[in-house]
């Protein structure tokens, strides 16, 4: 029994050692006081506000605070914000920018080790309202030889509502309408849009939302079809003469200068130099516009000229 014990009794002191070390380890490891001190976890928790005033809004609120929590396992494993709460009661305060406590409720059976941030800069601001004029803005032109012979819109003023700081910075409420090729009178309903100094569109509450505008498009008497006439400049080379020439378009569109007359129906191009032409050619040549006119769309027109040699008798 002795020789039994001493054989490889170094060995046998090892491993039963090990065996206790193992042992310790896993009693270690289902210890309660341990689990509850071994898991940790972060939730983001939603922050209520209570007893706002009325009269007054949150601006650039905090929606949540980060709460770093440990406990046990099946504890941790079972958390979801619901069962926290964060809140701050805002009954005692003004207009203005304030620091205020979050008050925190945790479930039972966890520590709390740290909540981000703790105290929030709350900041409430009055709701004001104010009465604007109302701008029509027209985009584009009527199509050729019309125009808005008049129009109407209503509501003429709308109301804005919201933040101080916001309403204030409204300079103009604007609708847009696009006229581009209208030849015939219409009814829109357009959206009013708050605009501020610089020009940018504001997300703020507006009343009425809409405006509804009526157009009347007439046919501008202002407008006249002028003939085309080139005029031709200098002669063609010895022995050639010009036998055809054709150009595009034939007539344009003009409109007539206010208090001004027309006294004719055709319009000249600028000289078309042909002096010692000697083969075919085009040219894109300017129209002659005059003081009581201004042509509508393009000033230029394409010449063809065609020239041929006088056969000798």
């Known amino acids: ?165 916001l309403v204030d910075s409204v300079s103009k409420l604007s609708a847009k309408i696009n006229v581009a090729g209208l030849v015939a009178s219409s009814r829109e309903i357009l959206p009013l849009v708050p605009v501020s100094k610089n020009n940018k569109p504001l997300d703020i509450s507006v009343l009425p939302s809409k405006i509804d505008v009526s157009l009347k498009i007439a046919s501008d008497n202002n407008y006249r079809s002028l003939s085309v006439v080139p005029v031709f400049r200098g002669m063609p080379a010895k022995d050639y003469q010009i036998v055809n020439s054709v150009w595009s378009p034939q007539s344009v569109l003009v409109k007539i200068r206010k208090n001004a007359e027309l006294k004719s129906g055709i319009i000249k191009t600028m000289p078309v130099d042909i002096n010692k032409l000697s083969s075919n050619k085009e040219f894109d040549v300017a129209l002659d516009e005059q003081a009581t006119f201004s042509v509508v769309g393009s000033n230029f027109i394409h010449v063809k000229v065609f020239v041929k040699k006088e056969v000798s008798k």
């Open 1 to 165: 029994m002795t020789l039994f014990i001493r054989k490889n009794l170094p060995l046998k002191i090892f491993c039963l050692l090990l065996s206790i070390s193992l042992w310790g380890l896993v009693k270690y490891t289902q210890s309660p006081w341990i689990l509850k001190n071994s898991y940790q976890t972060t939730l983001n928790i939603p922050v209520e506000y209570h007893n706002k005033p009325r009269e007054l809004s949150l601006v650039n609120q905090v929606t949540y605070v980060a709460v770093s929590v440990k406990g046990s396992s099946g504890i941790i494993d079972s958390l979801t914000p619901s069962r926290f709460s964060a809140s701050i009661d805002l009954k005692d305060f003004k207009e203005g920018s304030s620091w205020a406590d979050v008050d925190f409720q945790s479930p039972p059976g966890i520590t709390v080790t740290e909540i981000r941030p703790s105290r929030i800069n709350v900041s409430l601001e009055a709701k004001v309202s104010r009465i604007l004029p109302v701008e029509l803005v027209f985009e584009g032109e009527p199509g050729r030889g019309y125009e808005i012979a008049n129009y109407t819109y209503s509501p003429k003023e709308a109301e804005v509502r919201g933040l101080k700081t």
